[in-house]
């Protein structure tokens, strides 16, 4: 595109596009750009202010009031179907018994018979008679007891609800007459399997805490069997206890019997194979298992050795230090008197230095001197003679004792190890005496106790309380419906959060701030089902209109001049409404008294004709190529202070149509001719025509849908804008419903304040 297109006549000047007022209207946008800044990339990125970890228990009731219909439907489809259940159950009655179960009583005599006494709290004896009360021998011998028939076990089975809904769609059919062929044995069997599940179904046992109570319950359909099979299950399980503990008794009496012959036979033999061994080889028992007098002396010698060679060591030390020129133990010359000689031999060489400096050596006195140091010297060493001779006394007694021992111990070892090797078989025969002869003592004086006193003891097991009545146990309506009730609730409101989790779309104005970390400038209310756009905007005390008005107000906070003179409304993908927002958003400011210029920026898919019902051949395109003037481009829209610019021809390259310096030119103009210029965008995603718009305008609106914009898409259109260097102002949140998203009161009372119902509903 080149300004050969461009007309020169003078009278063109202002509708025309010059080069030179394009270039100039760049760079004054460009420094707009620089000076305020454009939002930086890295502010999609910054951390929430809130913490992650924090729980909105806001947030979760939204939820809750948002999903309240479908909570409210899963929870009566599932008290319905409690409610079904509960009258197509048969009834079940339940009769209940109270036993006690003690410790085993004590046998009147105290022994150590075959049952055990169990003294204090003992859980496993208790839970053995739990597992005895519910096993099969215990319901087999019940089922026996109360002889039941075929009939009866007919009437006791539960069929199920969908049998008995089936048998009502089923006619009816003659009973068949009861046989009068005795039963075979193999049907008694089969009868007799079938009462003893039937006793084992119905029973449940339950232990009272803290206590050696146990109840016994029994569910039936009749609640006269009832009665009687839990009273015969109590009855039943005291006799077989009885029972088994006769029966161990006898047994263990007569085992007893049988044990201590057989013990008695071979304690004797044993006992006389041991004597007659010990006559034989002359062995000589010292009351020590396994040890002879031999081994005896043998280890005292031992112990005797091993203290002379310590002794014989111990000389030998102080000897080799004696004998070698060493100066003797100190413990040796403390018992002497060494010291003394020592003493008095050093006081005359004292008095002799001393003399010597006075009186020469022949001088009588210092030679009297002289003799008595030397005989101090003679008595000296004669006394370390003596010592050391001790010390080597001493040194060959204890060698002398240490021979003599080793010489014993040679002798007495021989006699040791012939003697060991025939007590070899002497110490197993006496430890085969000893072990039948502890086992027979023991086994004797069991069985005395189980004779004397038999097995004797109180009757551990009782019944507390019988059964009397039979009162219905299930189904329970009230529980039912309420377990109904509350699994529907709990049903419902995790498929709630389960679908409120799914849903990745922006539905609140806190949702936009806290996703796209960008303002909110107004929330539009969705229409009702029969409401239109028009209709909504030709009311001016309705909530459409009014929160329209509410985002040109904050538009005038958006800049240091009140609301931006050039403004695109976009979106982030098509129909979210930025159309309908852009002659909103103008026809509010035309309102005020201001000169607007409304541009059908979308040269791909426009709108804006069709919704000021205005068809025109020239347009945006047109001027964009330089087919027309601007003022051949403008139409009147029919309302005072508001013209429009359509889309013109659809161009085949929108984006490179766009990136020309006519858009700067253009908005240049626009600028001097209005006070404001809102350009209806094309949406952002896929095309590059909304970031080349929201470059060239002083300010940008994106508009999302609630509940329909994905939380992704706005972030990837918000950044497209950024990444162009845009001034985005806010967001525009359209189309909410804030019944659906749960917040219906606080925005309910929004659009109601002020709202006159004759005027029509907002």
Same mark, same amino acid.
């Given at each position: 595109?080149?300004?050969?297109?461009?007309?020169?006549?003078?009278?063109?000047?202002?509708?025309?596009?010059?080069?030179?007022?394009?270039?100039?209207?760049?760079?004054?946008?460009?420094?707009?750009?620089?000076?305020?800044?454009?939002?930086?990339?890295?502010?999609?990125?910054?951390?929430?202010?809130?913490?992650?970890?924090?729980?909105?228990?806001?947030?979760?009731?939204?939820?809750?009031?948002?999903?309240?219909?479908?909570?409210?439907?899963?929870?009566?489809?599932?008290?319905?179907?409690?409610?079904?259940?509960?009258?197509?159950?048969?009834?079940?009655?339940?009769?209940?018994?109270?036993?006690?179960?003690?410790?085993?009583?004590?046998?009147?005599?105290?022994?150590?018979?075959?049952?055990?006494?169990?003294?204090?709290?003992?859980?496993?004896?208790?839970?053995?008679?739990?597992?005895?009360?519910?096993?099969?021998?215990?319901?087999?011998?019940?089922?026996?007891?109360?002889?039941?028939?075929?009939?009866?076990?007919?009437?006791?089975?539960?069929?199920?609800?969908?049998?008995?809904?089936?048998?009502?769609?089923?006619?009816?059919?003659?009973?068949?007459?009861?046989?009068?062929?005795?039963?075979?044995?193999?049907?008694?069997?089969?009868?007799?399997?079938?009462?003893?599940?039937?006793?084992?179904?119905?029973?449940?046992?339950?232990?009272?805490?803290?206590?050696?109570?146990?109840?016994?319950?029994?569910?039936?359909?009749?609640?006269?069997?009832?009665?009687?099979?839990?009273?015969?299950?109590?009855?039943?399980?005291?006799?077989?206890?009885?029972?088994?503990?006769?029966?161990?008794?006898?047994?263990?009496?007569?085992?007893?019997?049988?044990?201590?012959?057989?013990?008695?036979?071979?304690?004797?033999?044993?006992?006389?194979?041991?004597?007659?061994?010990?006559?034989?080889?002359?062995?000589?028992?010292?009351?020590?298992?396994?040890?002879?007098?031999?081994?005896?002396?043998?280890?005292?010698?031992?112990?005797?050795?091993?203290?002379?060679?310590?002794?014989?060591?111990?000389?030998?030390?102080?000897?080799?230090?004696?004998?070698?020129?060493?100066?003797?133990?100190?413990?040796?010359?403390?018992?002497?008197?060494?010291?003394?000689?020592?003493?008095?031999?050093?006081?005359?060489?004292?008095?002799?230095?001393?003399?010597?400096?006075?009186?020469?050596?022949?001088?009588?006195?210092?030679?009297?001197?002289?003799?008595?140091?030397?005989?101090?010297?003679?008595?000296?060493?004669?006394?370390?003679?003596?010592?050391?001779?001790?010390?080597?006394?001493?040194?060959?007694?204890?060698?002398?004792?240490?021979?003599?021992?080793?010489?014993?111990?040679?002798?007495?070892?021989?006699?040791?190890?012939?003697?060991?090797?025939?007590?070899?078989?002497?110490?197993?025969?006496?430890?085969?005496?000893?072990?039948?002869?502890?086992?027979?003592?023991?086994?004797?004086?069991?069985?005395?106790?189980?004779?004397?006193?038999?097995?004797?003891?109180?009757?551990?097991?009782?019944?507390?309380?019988?059964?009397?009545?039979?009162?219905?146990?299930?189904?329970?309506?009230?529980?039912?419906?309420?377990?109904?009730?509350?699994?529907?609730?709990?049903?419902?409101?995790?498929?709630?959060?389960?679908?409120?989790?799914?849903?990745?779309?922006?539905?609140?104005?806190?949702?936009?701030?806290?996703?796209?970390?960008?303002?909110?400038?107004?929330?539009?209310?969705?229409?009702?089902?029969?409401?239109?756009?028009?209709?909504?905007?030709?009311?001016?005390?309705?909530?459409?209109?009014?929160?329209?008005?509410?985002?040109?107000?904050?538009?005038?906070?958006?800049?240091?001049?009140?609301?931006?003179?050039?403004?695109?409304?976009?979106?982030?993908?098509?129909?979210?409404?930025?159309?309908?927002?852009?002659?909103?958003?103008?026809?509010?400011?035309?309102?005020?008294?201001?000169?607007?210029?409304?541009?059908?920026?979308?040269?791909?898919?426009?709108?804006?004709?069709?919704?000021?019902?205005?068809?025109? &051949?020239?347009? %945006?395109?047109?001027? +964009?190529? #330089?087919?027309?003037?601007?003022?051949? *481009?403008? $139409?009147? @829209? =029919? &309302?005072?202070? %508001?013209?429009?610019? +359509?889309? #013109?021809?659809?161009?085949?390259?929108? *984006?490179? $149509?766009? @990136? =020309?310096?006519?858009?700067?030119?253009?908005?240049?103009? #626009?600028?001097?001719?209005?006070?404001?210029?809102?350009?209806?965008?094309?949406?952002?995603?896929?095309?590059?025509?909304?970031?080349?718009?929201?470059?060239?305008?002083?300010?940008?609106?994106?508009?999302?849908?609630?509940?329909?914009?994905?939380?992704?898409?706005?972030?990837?259109?918000?950044?497209?804008?950024?990444?162009?260097?845009?001034?985005?102002?806010?967001?525009?949140?359209?189309?909410?419903?804030?019944?659906?998203?749960?917040?219906?009161?606080?925005?309910?009372?929004?659009?109601?304040?002020?709202?006159?119902?004759?005027?029509?509903?907002?």
């Amino acid at each position: 595109m080149t300004d050969e297109h461009l007309p020169t006549g003078p009278a063109d000047d202002r509708d025309r596009l010059p080069a030179q007022l394009q270039q100039d209207a760049r760079r004054d946008l460009v420094a707009v750009h620089s000076q305020g800044g454009a939002l930086n990339l890295d502010l999609l990125d910054e951390r929430r202010d809130t913490d992650p970890d924090e729980i909105d228990l806001r947030a979760y009731w939204h939820i809750l009031v948002k999903r309240r219909r479908l909570i409210a439907s899963i929870a009566a489809a599932t008290v319905a179907a409690a409610m079904l259940v509960t009258l197509m159950t048969q009834p079940q009655y339940r009769a209940s018994a109270l036993m006690q179960v003690e410790k085993e009583g004590p046998p009147i005599i105290a022994t150590q018979g075959a049952m055990p006494y169990y003294d204090g709290w003992d859980p496993e004896f208790l839970n053995t008679q739990y597992e005895l009360l519910r096993s099969r021998a215990l319901a087999e011998r019940v089922a026996n007891e109360l002889n039941l028939s075929g009939q009866t076990l007919d009437s006791l089975d539960d069929p199920g609800w969908v049998a008995r809904v089936m048998a009502l769609l089923r006619p009816a059919q003659k009973p068949k007459p009861a046989s009068e062929t005795p039963a075979t044995s193999g049907k008694a069997e089969e009868l007799l399997k079938r009462a003893t599940g039937v006793i084992q179904g119905g029973l449940s046992v339950a232990p009272v805490k803290e206590s050696r109570l146990v109840r016994l319950d029994f569910d039936s359909a009749d609640p006269a069997f009832s009665v009687r099979a839990v009273n015969a299950v109590a009855e039943g399980f005291i006799a077989s206890t009885l029972e088994r503990r006769m029966g161990t008794t006898s047994y263990a009496k007569t085992y007893l019997e049988d044990q201590l012959a057989q013990t008695k036979s071979k304690l004797e033999e044993s006992e006389s194979k041991l004597v007659k061994f010990a006559q034989q080889e002359g062995l000589v028992n010292t009351g020590v298992e396994g040890t002879s007098l031999a081994t005896q002396n043998l280890t005292e010698l031992n112990a005797l050795l091993a203290e002379a060679q310590s002794q014989r060591i111990h000389a030998q030390a102080r000897w080799r230090q004696a004998s070698g020129g060493g100066q003797l133990p100190t413990e040796i010359l403390a018992s002497s008197s060494v010291g003394t000689l020592r003493q008095q031999r050093a006081g005359l060489q004292s008095q002799y230095q001393q003399k010597l400096q006075t009186f020469k050596p022949d001088y009588p006195e210092m030679v009297q001197l002289k003799a008595q140091i030397d005989a101090a010297n003679l008595e000296l060493d004669a006394e370390m003679g003596r010592l050391r001779a001790s010390v080597k006394a001493e040194y060959d007694a204890a060698s002398s004792n240490e021979a003599m021992l080793k010489g014993q111990i040679a002798n007495l070892r021989g006699q040791a190890l012939d003697t060991d090797s025939r007590s070899i078989q002497y110490n197993i025969l006496k430890r085969e005496a000893d072990t039948n002869r502890q086992l027979y003592d023991s086994l004797l004086q069991r069985f005395k106790e189980v004779g004397a006193a038999g097995d004797v003891r109180t009757n551990n097991i009782s019944i507390i309380d019988r059964a009397q009545q039979g009162s219905r146990f299930k189904p329970n309506p009230s529980r039912n419906l309420a377990m109904g009730l509350l699994a529907g609730l709990l049903l419902g409101v995790l498929l709630a959060f389960v679908l409120e989790f799914l849903d990745d779309t922006l539905k609140t104005a806190e949702d936009v701030e806290q996703k796209l970390r960008l303002p909110v400038l107004g929330i539009i209310p969705k229409l009702e089902p029969k409401q239109t756009v028009a209709a909504a905007a030709s009311n001016p005390q309705s909530a459409f209109s009014e929160a329209y008005r509410s985002v040109r107000t904050a538009l005038q906070f958006a800049t240091d001049h009140g609301v931006p003179r050039s403004l695109v409304i976009t979106s982030p993908s098509p129909g979210e409404g930025k159309s309908t927002t852009a002659l909103a958003l103008a026809r509010n400011l035309a309102q005020q008294g201001r000169r607007v210029l409304l541009v059908d920026g979308d040269l791909r898919n426009p709108s804006l004709h069709k919704s000021m019902g205005i068809k025109a &051949e020239l347009g %945006l395109s047109n001027l +964009l190529a #330089g087919a027309c003037s601007f003022s051949q *481009a403008v $139409l009147p @829209s =029919g &309302e005072e202070r %508001l013209e429009i610019i +359509l889309s #013109g021809p659809l161009p085949p390259n929108p *984006a490179e $149509l766009l @990136s =020309g310096s006519k858009l700067i030119s253009l908005l240049a103009v #626009g600028a001097e001719r209005y006070d404001h210029i809102i350009v209806d965008g094309p949406p952002v995603l896929g095309l590059a025509d909304a970031p080349i718009l929201a470059n060239a305008v002083e300010g940008t609106l994106l508009v999302v849908t609630s509940g329909k914009t994905r939380i992704s898409t706005a972030q990837q259109a918000a950044k497209r804008l950024m990444a162009a260097r845009a001034r985005l102002n806010g967001t525009l949140l359209t189309k909410y419903d804030a019944k659906s998203t749960g917040y219906g009161y606080h925005y309910d009372a929004y659009y109601a304040y002020g709202h006159n119902p004759r005027l029509g509903k907002g």
